[in-house]
């Protein structure tokens, strides 16, 4: 029997891992890419671009762990190309390598923009902080977690920085408006310059130019726009990729249709059963992991599969804050108390963003966790 993980960064190496810990002593496959190991994604938009951050980025094993511990063919530095579910083989550099069990995790690709950079992967990440080291004027375009992570290493460094960002209030489709608006306070408190509700109509070496015909000068740009899942070799496979992104559409034990078929990570659409079959595809660490090691043991032992209700949670890092949701941030009513923002979806607690207190964003994800009552939520949050 063979097992053929597509993507090679985490949900991928999760899978690899979860196939060995349930005891699958088969043939493993693993296609990357990208010529590097398998690494870890978010420290590039955060301690690495630290002035005093890693000198490298690692992988999260040795080749030789990989390869002679869990006994791992690896395919890396060369995309898969297309998927034929008949014949249950995905080529690689025009090889077709068949497969029994296959889950795919090839993750995003960072949207771009013209003579901008994007921070999606390791050479990224070292373009960004050389930039950053040598004392560049920055740019962000956009303000989500990324491009917010970037404008706060520049601010560590007492950089001029500014977040150009075409919404009115940032984040507010990931988080809503109201923890939205909280979380722009934490740039203007840094000395960062906002530009909101502002369009972005070009990049050129003057700068960054904007509807109205102002031009930032900058030595560094960055495009925190998104991204996208990288599914465009699934195009004619079978598989329903979702309309709007093409993010592969999975049931709620993240099968995608064919026999033998999962996918998992920044790819895949899944409902969630916790939150009343909401469809949800996150890009989330905690979530490539979880799905990771779940595609892979539902792969291989489909009759033992069962719906994942994974409560949803993320992290980011902004001027020396930390930042941390759980849940969801679709809710019927949204409530700021005693400095947690909470998310109500019918008589449930269904989220909960928090700044700088880790001990409780948890005590909130164990409450969605086991669909505690709002009321309860308020109480514990001090608002009842």
């Known amino acids: ?112 923009l013209p003579s901008a950079r994007t921070l999606r992967t390791a050479e990224d990440a070292v373009a960004v902080r050389a930039a950053l080291d040598a004392g560049a004027r920055t740019v962000v375009i956009g303000a989500g977690f990324i491009g917010s992570e970037v404008a706060s290493a520049a601010r560590k460094r007492g950089l001029p920085v500014t977040i150009v960002e075409a919404s009115a209030v940032p984040l507010a489709r990931a988080v809503g408006e109201t923890a939205g608006a909280r979380l722009t306070a934490l740039h203007r408190e840094a000395g960062t310059e906002l530009r909101l509700a502002t369009e972005v109509t070009g990049v050129t070496e003057d700068g960054v130019h904007l509807a109205g015909g102002e031009v930032l000068p900058a030595d560094l740009v960055v495009a925190g726009i998104g991204a996208v899942p990288a599914t465009g070799w699934l195009e004619g496979s079978g598989l329903t990729l979702h309309e709007r992104d093409r993010g592969v559409v999975c049931d709620a034990t993240l099968a995608a249709g064919p026999p033998g078929v999962y996918a998992a990570g920044d790819i895949a659409h899944v409902p969630n059963p916790l939150f009343d079959g909401l469809g949800m595809r996150l890009e989330h660490w905690t979530n490539a992991a979880e799905q990771g090691a779940a595609a892979a043991r539902h792969a291989l032992e489909p009759a033992s599969a069962r719906p994942l209700e994974a409560v949803p949670y993320f992290w980011s890092d902004w001027y020396g804050r930390r930042i941390q949701f759980v849940g969801t941030p679709h809710a019927d009513e949204v409530v700021s108390a005693g400095g947690v923002t909470l998310y109500r979806r019918g008589d449930r607690i269904a989220g909960a963003l928090t700044v700088d207190r880790p001990r409780e964003i948890m005590k909130y994800r164990r409450r969605i966790a086991t669909r505690a009552a709002w009321g309860e939520a308020l109480a514990f949050a001090g608002a009842a």
């Not at 993980?5 to 005891?23: C, D, F, N, Y």
């Not at 869990?70 to 080529?91: I, K, Q, Y």
């Open 1 to 112: 029997m063979t097992l053929v993980v597509v993507g090679a960064s985490l949900a991928g190496l999760r899978a690899v891992e979860s196939a060995r810990r349930t005891g699958y002593r088969g043939r493993i496959v693993l296609v990357g890419a990208e010529e590097h190991l398998p690494y870890d994604r978010p420290p590039l938009s955060k301690a690495f671009l630290d002035a005093g951050g890693p000198s490298s980025v690692e992988p999260f094993h040795a080749e030789t762990v990989l390869r002679d511990e869990l006994g791992v063919e690896l395919m890396l530095g060369a995309p898969a190309e297309s998927l034929d579910t008949d014949a249950r083989e995905v080529t690689v550099a025009g090889m077709a390598v068949r497969y029994d069990a296959l889950v795919i995790a090839t993750g995003a690709t960072a949207r771009s």
